[in-house]
């Protein structure tokens, strides 16, 4: 069974750091492109980011709301993949959620599995 | 920046059939998902590549795609049918991931 758990959520205050983890079984980690999606409160789903296997070059991508902020990493070692978050702003404010990649440039990508979130609060 | 579109809310009665629109100009290039969302939880995939059904997934679950508009149809609606739905696509690039502001359906 897939089982993605994300932590280190919390309470932040604007232009603060945090780094969240999310800790993968039940699947070939090493294999897998994996991505951030994003909640905020009563809003809908915003995509934050994806990172290839090491295989295919572990090369990221990321939406423009968080380019040059965020920074999605991976240790395969751990099956663990990782979201830094820099210069966070009330905007970033959002339930985040770990999930596995599937699809094509060609074709469109889609999420198949997803964690049950961790919350950001980004608040003074 | 690309967007998909959809109704804010949809409402039907148990036994009815609910269908659920997304429109967005890429579509007809890039396929599109669905995810079901209830409250407190994590979203779960419902349909991808436009009309496939996930294992696990009831049947009365079903997607089509018409041009630049997808649509997900839920037959004989049931009260556990009640969510937040989300339409799902990629820009023309391929490269950027965009979510439709969701419909919440209600049963009444």
């Known amino acids: 069974e897939v089982q993605l758990v994300e932590s280190g959520g919390g309470l932040v205050k604007p232009g603060g750091s945090l780094r969240l983890s999310c800790a993968a079984s039940?699947?070939?980690?090493?294999?897998?492109?994996m991505s951030w999606v994003r909640q905020a409160p009563g809003k809908g789903q915003e995509w934050v980011g994806r990172i290839k296997s090491k295989t295919d070059g572990e090369t990221t991508d990321y939406a423009a709301p968080v380019k040059g902020r965020f920074t999605i990493s991976r240790d395969d070692s751990k099956n663990t993949l990782y979201l830094q978050m820099n210069s966070l702003k009330t905007e970033d404010t959002a339930v985040y959620y770990c999930?596995?990649?599937?699809?094509?440039?060609?074709?469109?990508?889609?999420?198949?599995?997803w964690g049950q979130g961790t919350l950001v609060t980004v608040s003074s | 920046s690309y967007e998909l579109t959809q109704p804010p809310s949809v409402s039907v009665s148990p036994g009815q059939t609910a269908r659920i629109t997304c429109s967005g100009d890429a579509l007809p290039n890039q396929y599109a998902f669905w995810y079901q969302q209830k409250p407190g939880q994590a979203p779960v995939l419902v349909i991808y590549?436009?009309?496939e059904r996930p294992s696990g997934i009831p049947e009365r679950f079903s997607g089509s795609s018409s041009g630049t508009t997808v649509t997900l149809t839920i037959s004989a609606v049931q009260a556990e049918d009640e969510a937040d739905y989300y339409c799902q696509s990629g820009d023309n690039s391929g490269t950027d991931v965009v979510f439709g502001g969701g419909t919440k359906l209600t049963v009444l």
């Open positions: 999930t596995t990649l599937s699809g094509s440039y060609s074709l469109g990508w889609y999420f198949a599995y």
């Open positions: 590549k436009d009309s």
């Open positions: 039940g699947f070939t980690f090493s294999n897998a492109w």
